[in-house]
Structure formats: C-alpha cells, structure tokens
C-alpha cells in the first residue's frame, strides 16, 4: 500500500564518538572476517567456497564479496595490493573462459552463472538454477576490483579489461518477462523459474547493475514493474518501505551508497533508501525489545533476523505453544518467521545505518562470544532458546544452546565491507566512479545528493 510519509516516532539519536576500546573491537571483528577468505579460496580458479565446512561448494555471490573485500584488506594492511591483483585476476580469468553453454554441466549461461559451483571444477554444482541476484552480488565485486585496480600497469589494465568484457556479455533483457519485472532464475532442465522479484529487495543492486549494462540494459518499465509492487507500511510507529529480513535492507548498500540519492517512489515519501535501512534497523530492535513470542535472549542489545542457519531441533514448548525450528531459513520481523535464532552478523552489518544501538548490541554479542561459543558475533546464527539433548550443544540456562557450525561466506563478507562502509565510506566511494553504477541509476530515475553534479555517459 501507498500512503503518506511520516517521519517516524522512535526516536533515532545520533552516534557518540567511537572510544579507542570500540575502535580495536570493529578492526579485531573485521580482520577476524576477512581470514575467511584466505583460508577458503582455491588459488588454482580463485572460487570461494559458500561455508567453511568441509566440502562446501563455492558460491558466486561469496566470490563477489571476496572480490569486494580484498581491496579492504590491501587498505587495511592485511595483504598486499600485489596478492589481491592476482587473486582478483585469477578469478576473473576462470569466469572469462568458464562453459556458457548453458548445459547442466557448464558455469553459466548468457553471462549469467549458476549459483553454486564445484570447487575443483567451477562446473554447476547440484541442480542449482542460474541466479540473476547472486550473478549480480559478483559482478559487483567484479567492479569494485576493476574500481580499485586503477593503475596503468599491464596486469591492473587487464584486470579492468575483464570486467568489462565480462559486464558487458550479460544478456539483462533475456531475463525480463515480457513488460514486466526480472525473473530469479533459470534451469537447463525446465527453463525460467516460475517467479519473478516481487516486493522491496535485494534487487534493487541487480536492477542499478542491468539498467546501467552498454550493451542489453534493461528498459525503464521493467524497474517501474517491480517497484509499483513495494508495501508501505507504519510498524511500532516508523513509516518504512518493509522487508522483513535484514540482508534485504543491507546487500544493495555495501556497493551503492543511497543517502541523498532518491527514485521516483523515495521521492514521493519523501525518504531514501539508506534512511530506510536505518528506520528498518530500528524496527528489528523494537521487535526485540517488545519480543511477543517470548524467545529467549532477545532485548534491546539483543536482535537481528535475516537469511542464516538456524537449528533444526524437534518441537519445543515455548511459551505455551509447540515452537518449530527452521534450520536455514530467511527469518524476518515482525511477521516471521521467527523461531529465537539470532543472525549476529546482520546486527554488525546495520553498523553504517544506526551506530548508536548497533555498537551496544555487539558489545553485548561479544559477551557470549565465550567457549564453546566463541564466534557467537559472526555465526550464521545463534539460539538460547533451543535447550538440551536437541541443541548441538549445551551450556546451562545462561547463554545460547545451539550456535551454527562453522561460519558462512556471504555473512564474513558483510561484515568486512560495511564495517568498512562505516569506518571509511570505500566502497561507496570507489563505486560512485563506476560508469555501470552511475548509469544504472540515473536510468532508474535516480536523482539528487552525490549524482546531482553526474552527468548521464
């Protein structure tokens, strides 16, 4: 529904300074989540394995948010410009000749990839479907390589190079239903998937990428399509654009930055969408605080549903009802689902949007961050309602009894590029250069802030 916009009645202090103390917990966090990526690429292709648990396949989206991350890391010290340069380009090289034939033993199709590929091979693993947003995920980081690698050089020449050829060989227009909006995904055995993107999302990144595409950008009225289905809505009071889960309300941000910048739909509630990030971070913690299905853990410190790993317990008795568990699941609020799993790093990750109760609540993470539980702040999920010989393990009444195994790709990824969104603004700044990025947005409808002075290419 559409309605006016009121600014919303929570209020929303501004952040304190951060203290020397806050300023090393970020860095230790952040340095802690980019080890992932040395410790779970294959250097032979340079694929990123989805999770750390053995035999993981690799996910196109966590390569793009490795590709993203190792710029981060040359900044922050934590390897060379000349590592992340050959990392960067061993990967684009395996995506350049990758099979696109589209068959159900090839990489990808029309210049889009499956999303999960075998380690060894980069061939598609299970019978995964060519995905339109996790394609996207990568070739964001394919950008951003492209955007950091500025130098003149032969091998950073060639890097920019490859990303372009890449970019440039996405067929967007393919993927559009006829009029209408973009579709998920595709199979090789049964053709497009039977939905298309629907309600406010992810695909707000995947729209700026095909509109912005040089040679099959999308057309306006396939943007128009998606966004004429947003649901407007007043919840504890914040008049907000809704999705339930966090990653929803964070992915799009990591490479765009949205203050200041609005669409046609923002402008009318005179809003954007990085202010509605933050009115949805606060809406995550009022839920918390008011916790109407009683979980336990959850408070004012103590909050954040997304997409994670969950348990997959039998019933239990939660407040006197029969609560199921979901395992992985897209967990949202306030209508679910919500089974008292906490996704740590989509709190970490709402960081940029509201540092003022984003830093509480990871002090208060890092207190259970105690063994057995010592990555409590960057697990996929932790639960302390799930109890006993259900749980994984267990540790008394006090902290949570079941945490997930091992830690996931696309969360470390989060976590180290929008804690540096929020400690140094570099992603958005190295993407505000992209012609892809600038492009896809003025065509979008997209004006004010930061693009006022951009000229269309």
């Given at each position: 529904?559409?309605?006016?916009?009121?600014?919303?009645?929570?209020?929303?202090?501004?952040?304190?300074?951060?203290?020397?103390?806050?300023?090393?917990?970020?860095?230790?966090?952040?340095?802690?989540?980019?080890?992932?990526?040395?410790?779970?690429?294959?250097?032979?292709?340079?694929?990123?394995?989805?999770?750390?648990?053995?035999?993981?396949?690799?996910?196109?989206?966590?390569?793009?948010?490795?590709?993203?991350?190792?710029?981060?890391?040359?900044?922050?010290?934590?390897?060379?410009?000349?590592?992340?340069?050959?990392?960067?380009?061993?990967?684009?090289?395996?995506?350049?000749?990758?099979d696109q034939s589209g068959t159900a033993e090839s990489t990808?199709?029309?210049?889009?990839?499956?999303?999960?590929?075998?380690?060894?091979?980069?061939?598609?693993?299970?019978?995964?479907?060519?995905?339109?947003?996790?394609?996207?995920?990568?070739?964001?980081?394919?950008?951003?390589?492209?955007?950091?690698?500025?130098?003149?050089?032969?091998?950073?020449?060639?890097?920019?190079?490859?990303?372009?050829?890449?970019?440039?060989?996405?067929?967007?227009?393919?993927?559009?239903?006829?009029?209408?909006?973009?579709?998920?995904?595709?199979?090789?055995?049964?053709?497009?998937?039977?939905?298309?993107?629907?309600?406010?999302?992810?695909?707000?990144?995947?729209?700026?990428?095909?509109?912005?595409?040089?040679?099959?950008?999308?057309?306006?009225?396939?943007?128009?399509?998606?966004?004429?289905?947003?649901?407007?809505?007043?919840?504890?009071?914040?008049?907000?654009?809704?999705?339930?889960?966090?990653?929803?309300?964070?992915?799009?941000?990591?490479?765009?930055?949205?203050?200041?910048?609005?669409?046609?739909?923002?402008?009318?509630?005179?809003?954007?969408?990085?202010?509605?990030?933050?009115?949805a971070t606060y809406v995550q913690r009022e839920y918390a605080?008011?916790?109407?299905?009683?979980?336990?853990?959850?408070?004012?410190?103590?909050?954040?549903?997304?997409?994670?790993?969950?348990?997959?317990?039998?019933?239990?008795?939660?407040?006197?009802?029969?609560?199921?568990?979901?395992?992985?699941?897209?967990?949202?609020?306030?209508?679910?689902?919500?089974?008292?799993?906490?996704?740590?790093?989509?709190?970490?990750?709402?960081?940029?949007?509201?540092?003022?109760?984003?830093?509480?609540?990871?002090?208060?993470?890092?207190?259970?961050?105690?063994?057995?539980?010592?990555?409590?702040?960057?697990?996929?999920?932790?639960?302390?309602?799930?109890?006993?010989?259900?749980?994984?393990?267990?540790?008394?009444?006090?902290?949570?009894?079941?945490?997930?195994?091992?830690?996931?790709?696309?969360?470390?990824?989060?976590?180290?590029?929008?804690?540096?969104?929020?400690?140094?603004?570099?992603?958005?700044?190295?993407?505000?250069?992209?012609?892809?990025?600038?492009?896809?947005?003025?065509?979008?409808?997209?004006?004010?802030?930061?693009?006022?002075?951009?000229?269309?290419?």
């Amino acid at each position: 529904m559409r309605q006016s916009s009121a600014m919303p009645v929570v209020a929303m202090p501004a952040a304190e300074p951060l203290a020397g103390t806050d300023e090393a917990m970020l860095d230790a966090l952040q340095h802690d989540a980019f080890e992932y990526f040395l410790a779970h690429t294959d250097h032979d292709n340079g694929l990123v394995a989805d999770t750390s648990r053995a035999n993981s396949h690799a996910s196109i989206a966590v390569i793009g948010f490795a590709l993203s991350a190792y710029p981060v890391g040359v900044e922050r010290g934590w390897m060379t410009r000349a590592e992340a340069l050959q990392r960067s380009l061993t990967t684009l090289r395996f995506f350049q000749h990758s099979d696109q034939s589209g068959t159900a033993e090839s990489t990808g199709y029309k210049g889009f990839y499956f999303h999960f590929l075998k380690m060894d091979t980069g061939t598609r693993a299970w019978r995964c479907e060519v995905s339109l947003i996790d394609t996207a995920l990568l070739l964001a980081g394919m950008l951003t390589a492209a955007a950091y690698f500025c130098a003149t050089t032969v091998e950073e020449t060639a890097l920019r190079e490859l990303a372009d050829m890449l970019y440039r060989r996405m067929d967007w227009c393919w993927a559009q239903r006829q009029g209408g909006a973009l579709v998920h995904g595709w199979k090789p055995e049964s053709g497009f998937l039977n939905y298309g993107w629907e309600g406010y999302s992810e695909a707000l990144l995947l729209y700026t990428l095909g509109m912005g595409s040089p040679t099959y950008p999308l057309p306006a009225d396939s943007f128009n399509a998606w966004t004429s289905t947003y649901q407007w809505e007043n919840l504890y009071g914040i008049d907000f654009l809704f999705a339930g889960p966090l990653f929803i309300h964070q992915f799009s941000h990591i490479w765009i930055d949205f203050r200041g910048i609005r669409d046609a739909f923002m402008r009318e509630k005179h809003c954007d969408y990085f202010e509605n990030s933050r009115r949805a971070t606060y809406v995550q913690r009022e839920y918390a605080i008011r916790n109407p299905r009683r979980f336990m853990g959850y408070s004012e410190n103590c909050w954040g549903w997304s997409a994670g790993d969950g348990p997959s317990s039998s019933p239990q008795r939660v407040a006197g009802r029969s609560q199921p568990f979901y395992g992985y699941a897209a967990r949202g609020v306030p209508h679910g689902p919500d089974d008292g799993t906490i996704a740590g790093p989509s709190t970490l990750a709402s960081l940029v949007f509201a540092p003022e109760i984003v830093l509480p609540a990871i002090r208060h993470m890092l207190t259970l961050d105690v063994a057995p539980f010592e990555c409590a702040s960057r697990a996929s999920g932790f639960n302390e309602t799930v109890r006993g010989d259900t749980a994984s393990t267990t540790r008394g009444t006090k902290y949570a009894d079941w945490i997930s195994e091992g830690t996931f790709g696309l969360d470390q990824g989060m976590i180290v590029l929008m804690i540096e969104n929020f400690r140094s603004g570099m992603l958005w700044q190295l993407l505000r250069g992209s012609s892809a990025i600038c492009n896809g947005l003025h065509r979008a409808g997209f004006s004010g802030g930061w693009l006022a002075n951009d000229e269309l290419p």
